[in-house]
Structures are given as structure tokens and as C-alpha cells.
């Protein structure tokens, strides 16, 4: 159960495992995490699907271990997981990658993936105990990509501190501070939070945003207060002065504005989360291309969440309807949830994406990148229903 002490997945390092089939990720793993995390065999292929572990490891924090399938997996099968080690790649905030028997062509292929990507990587000889002539691997693994990798062997656990150190040595910077508020609030700030209790929050429990940005509010010591909808005049009339944030659910933005205190600003938590985990400015310029669309335009509507369609789903339901009703039925509106993502952008004149609080940045800025490598407008769905109700200009982040 994931309480406000919690440090959600998305918010979490994400260290991944990368080598060849039987070249020990299961067991270093195990060994650095200090018990089992993932399955060990000496049957090749036996890690199918990443293998997401949460973990509290000293000096790195709160961070997530990926398990990843061999990625010289072969037949139809191993085709597909090879295509979901590329995907949890995406998610990737640092890479180990494991260098095991004699052609290393595939471990230096990945490691040029990464440097590509400008993602950290450690490279790592696995089974150092089982080595011959492990200095003679390590001359070869360094001329090869130009790094001294590092020698570690899961069974006597050398190197395991090495690899911490490597790990905390290349953990971004500002990876602990990441602020969903920014400079909008301080400490003593009145802050109002509008949250619509509809049927997509779940029973007894509020959504994940609204969690993590209650929490961020508590830390700075702001006022806080909430409220449903139907109920923003009674709590605005409670107050003894006008709240100097008030931070809504996108899809009541035009409720809201039009009836908060002229001094209030007003956000969203989806607009908070883009910022957050997207580039904001991008989905701001994005949103400009919303007004070119016309019935015979394409959209991509990507969600993260992979939870049952809802009726008046705001990604599913109200945008697409919101869309059709300016632009025709006929406009055509694509929708993928999870890490379903289209490696070809392309064909579609503009993407929206969720406020993506269930990933982390790292993958949220991959589908950003794909987006602007390929030339591809793309939003987010507040700042889209702020652009269609003509509030955007009028919206703080």
C-alpha cells in the first residue's frame, strides 16, 4: 500500500540491468540489492519481462532495479522481449551493462545506445571470479568502448561497492529535489485544491497526483486546504483571505477560473506533472497546433495509466469529444495507453500526452524527444483543455 511516506516508482532512480542472456543480471542484482529480487537459473532466457524492483539503498535513495531480458534473445519470442528490454531502456537513469564471453559486439552496441541517448553507464565484467585472465577481459572491454569497466562477481560480492560508488557518482544532480509546485507557493502560502470526487478517483482513496502534490505542500509548510467542486464558493468563503494558489483538476478548469478570486492563480495538477516530468514549454508551443486541425487531422492521445476504459474518461471520453465538437465528427483520434507508444510519429498532426505521473521523467522525455526529432506537435491534456477553453494564457506554471 502506498502511503504519503511512500516515494512513488516515478519518483525514484531507475537503475537498469543490461547483458546477454546467462550473463549473471539476475544474481548481481540479488547480490547488490543484499536478497532476492529476481529469479536465478542457469537456463538461458529464464528473466522474459523487466523486473522492477523498489529499493531503499544508502547513498542512492529511493530507487528502482531493472531485471532485463537477455538482449540476445532469439526466436518470435525473444524477438518481444528483446523490444521490452528497449522499452524499459526508455525508463533508464543510469545503465549497467553486463560484458560477458568472448564477442562483446552486442554489449558495445548497447553501450553506444545509451552514450547516444546521453544516459550514464556503468560497464561492468560479470562472473569476476570465473575469469581466467580477467585482466586481459578488461584491456579487451576498454579498447573497445574506451572505459575501464569495472570487475564484479555476485558469489563473493567484489566490486559490488565499486559499483555503488560509480552509481552514486553519475546519479543526476538534482535527482532528489524534483518539485511539482516550482516557485508558485512558499511557506505560509494558502493554497486550495480542487479535486472532483467523480468516477475516476477511486473509492476511499484520492489519485496519485494529488497525493504526491499534498505532500509537497505539507513539506513547505503551506495552508492547505480541498475541496470538491461543488463545493469551490463554500470553501472560498471559508477562508478569511483568497488563496494565493489554487491548483484544479484539468477537466473543471472552466468552472474554476471563472469563479476563483481575480488574485488567485490557478494550475493544474496535470499542467504541475508536465512540468514535473515533461518539457512544458514544448506542450505549450504544442498546443498552438490544436487551432491548424481539421476533420481530416490525426491525433494520438497517450495515456499512461493502463486501467479499464471509464465513462467520461478525460483521455478516452471528454478531450476526443471536446475535439470533435470544434473540429467534426470525422477528425480521427488514435488512443494508447501505457508503453504503448508508436516509434513512428509522423502520421499524426498533433500528440497529447497525460500528465504522466505514473513514469518517471526519463521515459515521459523519450516520447518528448521522439516528438520533437520527428517534428510532431505535442501537448499535454491540461494545457490542451486550457487552449480549448481559451484559459491557457491565463494559467500559472
Same mark, same amino acid.
Given at each position: 500500500m502506498t502511503t504519503l511516506n511512500d #516515494?512513488?516508482? /516515478? &519518483? @525514484?532512480? !531507475?537503475i537498469g540491468f543490461y547483458g546477454k542472456r546467462n550473463a549473471g543480471k539476475s544474481s548481481l542484482i540479488n547480490a547488490f540489492a543484499g536478497h532476492e529480487v529476481s529469479i536465478v537459473s542457469e537456463v538461458a532466457g529464464t528473466t522474459t519481462d523487466p523486473v522492477n524492483k /523498489?529499493?531503499?539503498? !544508502? +547513498? %542512492? +535513495?529511493?530507487?528502482v532495479l531493472i531485471d532485463t531480458a537477455g538482449f540476445d534473445d532469439i526466436g518470435e519470442l525473444g524477438k518481444i522481449r528483446v523490444k521490452k528490454t528497449e522499452k524499459a531502456a526508455e525508463k533508464t537513469d543510469i545503465a549497467v551493462i553486463l560484458f560477458s564471453g568472448d564477442d562483446i559486439t552486442l554489449e558495445c552496441r548497447w553501450y553506444e545506445f545509451f552514450k547516444d541517448r546521453k544516459i550514464p553507464v556503468v560497464p561492468v565484467v560479470s562472473k569476476a571470479d570465473m575469469l581466467i585472465n580477467g585482466a586481459a577481459y578488461v584491456f579487451k572491454v576498454r579498447n573497445k568502448i574506451g572505459v575501464r569497466p569495472l570487475q564484479v562477481s555476485a558469489v563473493d560480492r567484489s566490486g559490488l561497492d565499486e559499483l555503488k560508488d560509480e552509481l552514486i557518482r553519475l546519479m543526476p544532480t538534482d535527482f532528489d529535489t524534483p518539485t511539482i509546485t516550482g516557485r508558485l507557493c512558499s511557506e505560509g502560502d494558502s493554497v486550495l485544491l480542487v479535486m472532483p470526487q467523480d468516477i475516476q478517483a477511486p473509492k476511499g482513496r484520492l489519485i496519485l497526483p494529488q497525493v504526491q502534490t499534498i505532500r509537497e505542500l505539507l513539506d513547505k509548510k503551506c495552508l492547505v486546504s480541498c475541496c470538491t467542486t461543488d463545493k469551490l464558493t463554500d470553501a472560498l468563503g471559508s477562508l478569511s483571505k483568497a488563496p494565493k494558489l489554487i491548483i484544479t483538476d484539468s477537466q473543471?478548469?472552466?468552472?474554476?477560473?471563472? &469563479?476563483?478570486? /481575480?488574485?488567485?492563480? %490557478?494550475t493544474s495538477f496535470s499542467v504541475l506533472f508536465a512540468g514535473l516530468k515533461g518539457d512544458l514549454s514544448y506542450y505549450i508551443e504544442g498546443a498552438k497546433a490544436i487551432d491548424s486541425l481539421s476533420e481530416n487531422s490525426r491525433v494520438l492521445i497517450a495515456e499512461c495509466c493502463t486501467h479499464a476504459p471509464l465513462s467520461e474518461d478525460i483521455g478516452r471520453e471528454k478531450i476526443p469529444r471536446m475535439l470533435r465538437k470544434r473540429f467534426g465528427e470525422k477528425l480521427r483520434i488514435d488512443m494508447v495507453s501505457g508503453t504503448d507508444f508508436p /516509434? *513512428?510519429? #509522423? +502520421?499524426? *498532426?498533433?500528440v497529447i500526452q497525460c500528465g504522466g505521473c505514473m513514469f518517471n521523467r526519463k521515459?515521459?522525455?523519450? @516520447? #518528448?524527444? @521522439?516528438a520533437k526529432s520527428q517534428k510532431v506537435p505535442m501537448t499535454n491534456y491540461g494545457v490542451t483543455i486550457a487552449h480549448l477553453t481559451g484559459i491557457l494564457d491565463k494559467i500559472n506554471y
Open positions: #516515494t512513488p516508482s /516515478a &519518483n @525514484r532512480l !531507475h /523498489a529499493m531503499e539503498i !544508502h +547513498g %542512492l +535513495g529511493a530507487c473543471v478548469f472552466p468552472f474554476v477560473y471563472e &469563479n476563483k478570486p /481575480a488574485e488567485s492563480m %490557478l /516509434a *513512428d510519429l #509522423t +502520421g499524426y *498532426d498533433l521515459y515521459i522525455m523519450s @516520447r #518528448t524527444d @521522439r
